[in-house]
């Protein structure tokens, strides 16, 4: 059975495409796309999309989806729910979980269940040193083998720069890429929010901007040096982006980075009161910071919108953000979020979101999804950006409700998610 798709506005960032027009979908992969096209067969679905944008599919590089080892928090199969549900057909999943994914059997146990309780795409990324204790790097080559799209530390740095290096050179060599999570952690201490009058204002230790800077700059040296393809995740500070605007100048390449829709939306400010469900890592920043980002966003620098998906238990995010966990979910409103805060106020072109949310992550994975050419897999969202909804945490398929953003207004619903070729999700069409 084929999928038609009628009457929408097709955005592809990657064959420049904003237009009117119909897609028909066959044995998973984009078979056509015209005008007037009509179904095969009589058991075709036919999709009226008129109204609507019709885009590929988007890709998360950062998720966490806590399986094993943490499931009480989320697991694959709710955690693809959720990802279905906010458009998202391919997911990166991070491997500090409970053992850390740090060996071929590991990365399998993921995969296979992927494929029995998932309608999504999800890739599991290979821990860079055993156990993420930073002393002895893990079996990369066997997880390569395994299929790793990545490797990376996330929670936590490499803090052995040493070691550090030779794991960049071992990534290049097998040409995979290195996503980092830039923190160091001794100048971290017990901060828990940004380093500024709010965190006074709170009594709460303070996380500064040089906490994620020394890393950063640590890892883009290093990438430089060895050649290594490096992925900055969750940037947050107006270092970074001024750092991301040399990396551009320089024409490096192989070192790419990504900013999260709370990163780009929210400030300090916004903590009004002692709320775990502001506290994330790195923490919110300063209205200079986000400015910072944003315009990185907008001219290129900054080539990726991710979520860091964080889903946490409520006893987790319980008490004050001093000892509550770190993290926020976010991957079943960031399409929402980002259309309404960089879109719908004209910072970013439609085009732009699906280049940072499906073309520019399709190409650091070396994925032929993120477009929809004809000949590729049938990964496609219908989205109502006229549609004006409030966020519901009640409403949420994954098992985490940890988010700031519960009761915002924004723009953006998405109506229905086909990976491969099959409806995964569908709201009202």
């Not at 979908?25 to 007037?36: P, R, V």
């Not at 828990?192 to 800077?213: F, K, Q, S, T, Y």
């Not at 945490?393 to 994954?398: I, Q, R, T, V, Y």
Request: net charge negative; aromatic share 4%.
């Amino acid at each position: 059975m084929g999928i038609l798709i009628r009457g929408g506005r097709i955005i592809d960032a990657a064959t420049d495409t904003d237009k009117i027009g119909d897609i028909y979908l066959e044995d998973g992969m984009i078979k056509e796309i015209g005008d007037q096209l009509t179904a095969k067969e009589k058991s075709d679905r036919v999709i009226d999309a008129k109204g609507c944008l019709v885009m590929p599919g988007l890709i998360d590089l950062h998720v966490h989806f806590r399986d094993p080892g943490q499931t009480q928090k989320e697991d694959i199969e709710t955690g693809s729910r959720a990802a279905a549900r906010g458009g998202v057909t391919t997911v990166v999943a991070m491997p500090n979980t409970s053992p850390v994914i740090d060996g071929p059997d590991r990365v399998n146990y993921v995969h296979n269940k992927a494929a029995q309780l998932s309608g999504i795409h999800v890739l599991q990324a290979g821990a860079i040193t055993q156990g993420e204790k930073g002393q002895e790097l893990s079996d990369i080559e066997g997880m390569v083998k395994a299929g790793i799209p990545a490797l990376s530390e996330d929670g936590k740095s490499v803090m052995n720069s040493s070691l550090c290096k030779e794991a960049m050179e071992i990534a290049r060599d097998l040409d995979i890429p290195i996503f980092a999570h830039c923190e160091d952690i001794d100048l971290r201490g017990k901060g828990c929010m940004n380093d500024d009058e709010n965190a006074v204002r709170l009594g709460l230790p303070g996380i500064c901007n040089a906490v994620e800077d020394v890393i950063a700059a640590r890892d883009i040296l290093l990438a430089r040096e060895t050649g290594a393809r490096l992925h900055l995740c969750h940037c947050s500070t107006e270092g970074v982006a001024k750092m991301m605007k040399m990396v551009e100048k320089e024409g490096l390449k192989n070192i790419t980075a990504e900013v999260c829709p709370h990163h780009f939306i929210l400030t300090s400010d916004d903590i009004k009161e002692d709320d775990p469900n502001y506290k994330m890592n790195p923490p919110l920043r300063t209205q200079k910071d986000v400015d910072a980002l944003i315009a990185g966003l907008k001219d290129g620098s900054f080539q990726v919108i991710s979520t860091d998906h964080a889903p946490h238990t409520m006893s987790d995010k319980a008490g004050s953000i001093r000892n509550a966990a770190f993290g926020i979910v976010g991957i079943e409103t960031s399409f929402a979020l980002t259309y309404t805060a960089l879109v719908d106020k004209g910072i970013l072109t439609l085009k732009q979101l699906v280049e940072k949310m499906s073309w520019n992550p399709a190409q650091i994975l070396k994925s032929e999804r993120g477009t929809l050419q004809e000949g590729h897999p049938a990964d496609v969202i219908i989205a109502d950006v006229d549609h004006e909804y409030v966020i519901d945490k009640n409403e949420f398929a994954s098992k985490g409700q940890n988010t700031p953003f519960d009761g915002w207004k924004v723009k953006g619903k998405i109506l229905c998610t086909i990976s491969d070729g099959k409806i995964v999700y569908q709201d009202k069409l």
